[in-house]
């Protein structure tokens, strides 16, 4: 059987693909490979996949918003259940661009979910985000806690899946877990994170912006980590026993908090980068940005409980294994 991941020449969908294909299960991946960032490090990411694992990875470049694209590409193919890891991300450009956001993280997601309506797939498996606690400042954050004031529209769009996922669990019965991942990291990242941005500009020697005067902490999780729990999710789909599963669905429907369950200066990270550097810092303290919070911390007792998730990675050890690969990756 197949397992279909979209956004699957995304920073978090390459790797998901990649360990999935190296247990020896078929992977169709999806993605528009559009140039939210270089077009070039997604081509390169689907290159890697297809060099290290041949015919058992199938790669289709389509637009999952467009609904009968997706039926006439994926027509003949049994899919047995997915990974929805596509979607336009980045908080602060859904203030420039809304509708990019509308068309992919809404219209998407429906399709997503009438495709696993009209397969009656065996779980689907899907990306939310921690930006739907917005100004809350409990913490740490707890997939209990009230998610109904989104402070950007990429964080309202993510909680508007979650709830479109509960309704199609509950009329549908599909068995759906939605994962609320927090800072993701790593080789093979995503150039418009704080991680990449500060790793090229000390390497430069430019000002790195640093917002809020510094003021913030991060839940950052490394890739390996995030990988590890959404396919010990994808193996564990929530039972259809009308017992309330993890944020409070009583549907075959949960909500995770995936993180390292660690909350870090940000101030910290950086002396962390310049000892991986092997140079100093040169900062730039700017205002908060809007839509941005000022801390996210993951509470994961949920996803521990009931599939055994244990982050491992450090940002101390995490840190230095990015800026080696960013170092080689820029090198050749």
């Known amino acids: 059987m197949t397992v279909l991941v979209t956004g699957a020449a995304g920073f978090i969908g390459m790797h998901v693909a990649d360990r999935l294909l190296e247990q020896g299960r078929a992977v169709i991946g999806i993605d528009d490979m559009n140039d939210y960032y270089a077009v070039s490090l997604k081509r390169d990411r689907i290159a890697k996949l297809e060099a290290a694992h041949g015919k058992l990875?199938?790669?289709?470049?389509?637009?999952?918003?467009?609904m009968d694209t997706v039926r006439a590409a994926l027509d003949g193919h049994v899919i047995e259940s997915i990974v929805?890891?596509?979607?336009?991300?980045?908080?602060?450009?859904?203030?420039?661009?809304?509708?990019a956001y509308v068309r992919s993280n809404l219209g998407g997601h429906v399709n997503m979910l009438e495709l696993a309506r009209d397969r009656r797939v065996r779980h689907?498996?899907?990306?939310?985000s921690s930006s739907v606690y917005g100004g809350n400042d409990s913490?740490?954050?707890?997939?209990?806690?009230?998610?109904?004031?989104?402070?950007?529209?990429?964080?309202?769009?993510?909680?508007?899946?979650?709830?479109?996922?509960?309704?199609?669990?509950?009329?549908f019965r599909i068995p759906m877990t939605g994962l609320r991942f927090f800072t993701v990291y790593g080789p093979w990242g995503r150039p418009d994170m704080a991680m990449w941005i500060f790793t090229r500009k000390i390497l430069a020697g430019e000002p790195i912006p640093v917002f809020n005067h510094g003021r913030m902490q991060r839940d950052f999780t490394y890739v390996d980590d995030i990988v590890a729990g959404v396919i010990?999710?994808?193996?564990?789909?929530?039972?259809d026993d009308g017992?309330?599963?993890?944020?409070?669905?009583?549907?075959?429907?949960?909500?995770?908090?995936?993180?390292?369950n660690r909350s870090e200066e940000l101030m910290h990270l950086i002396a962390v980068l310049e000892q991986a550097c092997g140079r100093k810092a040169k900062i730039d303290f700017q205002p908060m940005q809007p839509g941005d919070v000022h801390a996210t911390y993951a509470d994961i007792s949920a996803i521990a409980a009931d599939i055994g998730y244990a982050p491992t990675t450090a940002i101390e050890a995490g840190v230095p294994r990015f800026v080696d690969w960013y170092r080689g990756y820029h090198a050749g």
Not at 243 to 260: D, M, Q
Request: charged content about 20%.
């Open 57 to 66: 990875f199938t790669f289709v470049e389509l637009d999952f918003a467009d």
């Open 84 to 99: 929805h890891l596509g979607a336009q991300a980045g908080v602060r450009y859904s203030l420039e661009n809304p509708q």
């Open 124 to 128: 689907m498996v899907y990306a939310s």
């Open 139 to 171: 913490l740490p954050f707890r997939v209990e806690d009230r998610a109904d004031h989104p402070v950007s529209l990429y964080a309202a769009t993510k909680r508007a899946d979650e709830l479109m996922s509960e309704t199609y669990a509950h009329l």
């Open 232 to 239: 010990g999710c994808l193996d564990h789909p929530p039972a």
């Open 243 to 260: 017992a309330a599963k993890a944020g409070g669905s009583r549907a075959p429907h949960r909500l995770y908090n995936i993180g390292n």
